[in-house]
């Protein structure tokens, strides 16, 4: 839950959905591996991914007045 609120600043909900999903997907592979180096590399991958398949529009509404 909280690694979807650390997300709140996009000012969207299907980003928040987004990120609890991958917040429980992520904690329950660190829980798995006990690896972080992979946990963090994998946050990586799907950050980028998300931008490639078109999801990234979710993910930067908002933001204009941050930068």
Avoid: C, D, P
């Avoid at 592979?29 to 398949?53: E, P, R």
């Amino acid at each position: 839950i909280s690694f979807s609120f650390a997300h709140i600043f996009y000012l969207n909900r299907i980003s928040l959905i987004l990120t609890l999903i991958q917040g429980f997907y992520l904690a329950y592979l660190y829980f798995k591996t006990q690896n972080f180096i992979f946990v963090a590399l994998l946050h990586s991958f799907y950050g980028v991914l998300v931008f490639t398949v078109g999801l990234g529009q979710y993910f930067w509404v908002g933001m204009e007045e941050y930068i």
